[in-house]
């Protein structure tokens, strides 16, 4: 039996969002000082005055898709 069957949808969309959400802006982060190889410069990159904004908003997006629709897979179609 599947036990997300009984689980209310969007505590499995918040779920699979927020696991989401911390890994991909973990390894987001963590690559870009690997590329630029300097802390201050991925500051400077990703959190700078206005582009900190765009970074939230397609993480957040991306989340919030990611979570609806592993949610969806895991109450409705998986057995």
Do not use: T
């Amino acid at each position: 039996m599947n036990k997300y069957k009984n689980v209310p949808f969007f505590k499995i969309a918040i779920r699979f969002a927020v696991v989401f959400l911390v890994l991909v802006s973990f390894f987001e982060i963590g690559f870009s000082i690997l590329k630029n190889m300097s802390f201050s410069i991925m500051v400077d990159h990703i959190f700078s005055e206005g582009k900190w904004i765009n970074f939230v908003k397609r993480i957040g997006a991306m989340s919030a898709f990611y979570g609806v629709f592993m949610a969806g897979y895991y109450k409705f179609i998986k057995k």
